[in-house]
């Protein structure tokens, strides 16, 4: 049972990075078509995180008070979960 559920967390979150690519490119795109492409992620890139903040304060912040930045010791709290996961989310996205 344990090698089975080993084998199912290897497939779904170590097999999602592997890439193949074709090692004789036959296309090749204009410098007109690279820009228009960059717009185009670009704006889908704004509007997609732009769209989650907005989701995200909509949704679990809505019914809490605001109040201006401050910091304090979670380490009671929430025992350093937070900071693994800005961390692990840290690694992944450089």
């Known amino acids: 049972m344990l090698l ?3 084998l199912v967390f290897f497939v779904f979150f170590f097999i999602k990075d592997c890439y193949a690519q074709d090692s004789l490119a036959t296309q090749s795109l204009t410098a007109e078509q690279m820009k228009s ?4 992620i670009g704006g889908i890139n ?3 995180y732009g769209g989650s903040l907005i989701l995200l304060n909509s949704t679990w912040y809505k019914n809490y008070p605001r109040t201006s930045f401050h910091t304090f010791d979670d380490s009671k ?3 350093q979960t937070d900071k693994v996961g800005h961390a692990w989310t840290a690694y992944n996205t450089g």
């Open 46 to 48: 704004v509007a997609g």
């Open 37 to 40: 492409r960059q717009w185009i």
């Open 4 to 6: 089975k559920k080993a």
């Open 77 to 79: 709290e929430w025992l």
